[in-house]
């Protein structure tokens, strides 16, 4: 009887095979004195020792734990509202819906004394509430007391507050941007390795720590919605993307910064390479079936407060209905549906509020520093604001509706929300987050670390935060503000505690104009941060250096709109562009 043939070990997949020679991805720089290979910057040096000996299934939880100690470690911080009265910030508004919607009737939780932090996002945000609630209750029911516990200030609270972030963004968010990377890696011939470095950069964005562990919120479980919407864009199942975004404008409405290019995006599917009838009616009967089975758990606990016969004759018409010319039946049996629907979409779009409530990087707030705004009727203000919005969106709508190639979907989510971001009404400082989330995770793509993408995306960065510092300023975040936005930046190699994605590379490199343009961006925002701390503002201007930021902010984020808008038309090909010229034009 023969023998056993000797035990062969698996060969071993290079998954960096021939990487030591791309020096064009740019993580490898070549030292011209030697004329050897180096780590181009830092966060590749620290990743050195993983490149093609260590499985990724090593690398990504070590990844994730330091990913989760700097969130846990800005969590020790203050709070938007610590002992803040009167509103309290953030923080209480979080509290308070978890407290309504585990102690009131669902018919209650869009009408509850609206002036203290009335319940204003989706339902999929109040089912997130009502489910951290229940648990935090369990823990400690004086936490959620109705009425009670408002403004509570309890050590304990603000730990297991902190752990429904971290435990949130551990569930939808993280998972969403690994399979988003591994998928669009793929997609754009990036190795694993470098595809580790970008989900670094990605998973260490100071303004999105800043804000959900700093601040305090949950805007990543909407981004990672939106981030699996794209990863399935990538791959090829449109009506999983739709389901997703469907989550996503379910847990929060500015979600609908990215719906234009979700729609013309999908649309083009069903249109290109030719007409797809099939695929335009799945995609609408699943985006619809989605809507619904987002408000169903609302709509049966309507029914099931009807049935309990839950007072709701005394609540206020809505203005949506009141602005309806129908004589309403407040004794038909659908009507407390309707009132509570139409209640729910009042609260989420607050068109009474104006057209920006706080100093804001727009370019609204931008005109309303030289040229006061407030003197013109709001809905002309609204008007305004919805032609300057469809003017920057139409674009990059039009691209990926006429070419909807998988490649182009980050940088068309990214300049789509650029365009929301800068002309759009209502927004906030934190929506930076939107654009900064699809036009960072391109450090992903082909060429995605070499200079001429690095610097762009720093830049975005780095901006989309300092603009944000009044905000995180009022919260006591100073400290973890510096730290964890240096840090990024040294990783990076970006200004101001390094300039290496601004020397002269073999390639990748960036034009003397960018040079010259970036740099001064960043000279502005270290001078800024240098007045403000040591010189108090004028007496009768005392928002000034605020204001000063907002119009720098503004003027930045145009410039990284019309960059992304540029780099979308040229990768699509509109035009028939041959791809080799794509990364002379890059930047």
Not at 380 to 407: D, G, Y
Request: with cysteine; glycine share 6%.
């Amino acid at each position: 009887m023969a023998s056993p043939q000797a035990h062969k070990p698996r060969r071993r997949r290079k998954i960096e095979e021939g990487s030591l020679a791309l020096v064009a991805h740019g993580t490898l720089d070549l030292d011209q004195s030697t004329n050897a290979r180096k780590p181009a910057f830092p966060l590749v040096a620290f990743l050195w020792p993983a490149k093609g000996t260590v499985s990724q299934w090593v690398t990504i939880p070590l990844i994730l734990m330091a990913a989760g100690l700097f969130r846990w470690s800005t969590g020790l911080w203050s709070y938007s509202g610590f002992q803040s009265p009167p509103m309290h910030g953030d923080f209480e508004a979080q509290r308070h819906w978890m407290e309504i919607t585990t102690q009131l009737p669902v018919s209650q939780w869009y009408f509850h004394d609206l002036e203290w932090w009335g319940l204003d996002y989706p339902p999929l945000t109040a089912y997130h509430s009502w489910l951290l609630g229940v648990i935090g209750s369990a823990i400690n029911p004086a936490w959620f007391a109705l009425a009670k516990s408002r403004a509570l200030d309890d050590p304990s609270l603000k730990i297991y507050m902190r752990a429904t972030v971290l435990v949130s963004e551990y569930f939808i968010y993280i998972p969403a941007v690994i399979i988003f990377l591994r998928r669009y890696s793929r997609l754009e011939r990036v190795n694993v390795w470098e595809a580790s470095i970008a989900l670094v950069a990605i998973l260490m964005q100071p303004a999105t720590i800043l804000i959900d562990h700093g601040h305090f919120q949950y805007n990543t479980v909407m981004l990672g919605f939106a981030t699996a919407t794209m990863s399935s864009m990538v791959a090829g199942r449109p009506l999983w993307s739709c389901v997703f975004f469907v989550g996503a404008l379910g847990f929060k409405q500015m979600a609908l910064f990215y719906a234009p290019v979700v729609f013309a995006y999908l649309l083009g599917l069903c249109l290109s390479p030719r007409i797809n009838v099939v695929r335009f009616l799945a995609i609408a009967a699943i985006t619809a079936v989605s809507f619904l089975l987002l408000y169903l758990p609302f709509i049966l606990g309507i029914v099931y407060d009807m049935y309990r016969s839950v007072p709701q004759k005394d609540l206020p018409l809505p203005p949506l209905l009141a602005s309806l010319p129908v004589a309403w039946n407040e004794d038909a049996w659908y009507f407390p549906v309707v009132l509570q629907l139409a209640q729910s979409v009042h609260r989420i779009f607050p068109f009474a509020r104006g057209l920006f409530e706080d100093k804001v990087a727009n370019i609204w707030c931008t005109i309303h520093t030289f040229h006061k705004l407030h003197r013109y009727p709001s809905a002309l203000l609204q008007r305004a604001a919805l032609v300057a919005t469809s003017a920057a969106i139409l674009p990059p709508c039009l691209i990926v509706f006429l070419k909807p190639k998988k490649n182009l979907v980050p940088l068309a989510f990214a300049t789509t929300s650029w365009g929301f971001f800068l002309c759009s009404y209502q927004v906030h400082e934190k929506n930076v987050l939107l654009p900064l989330l699809p036009m960072t995770v391109l450090l992903s793509g082909e060429g995605g670390l070499v200079p001429s993408i690095r610097a762009w995306v720093g830049l975005a960065n780095l901006l989309g935060v300092w603009s944000m510092f009044p905000l995180l300023k009022r919260d006591e975040l100073r400290v973890p503000y510096f730290v964890i936005t240096l840090l990024w930046a040294y990783l990076l190699g970006l200004p101001p505690v390094s300039l290496s994605a601004y020397h002269d590379t073999s390639t990748g490199g960036l034009t003397l104009l960018t040079k010259i343009l970036h740099l001064n961006i960043y000279l502005v925002m270290v001078s800024w941060h240098v007045v403000e701390a040591f010189i108090s503002p004028p007496s009768d201007k005392p928002d000034l250096w605020i204001v000063a930021n907002a119009v720098v902010g503004a003027g930045g984020f145009g410039i990284c709109y019309l960059w992304c808008l540029w780099n979308l038309f040229w990768k699509s090909e509109l035009l028939g562009q041959q791809k080799e010229k794509e990364k002379g034009k890059a930047q």
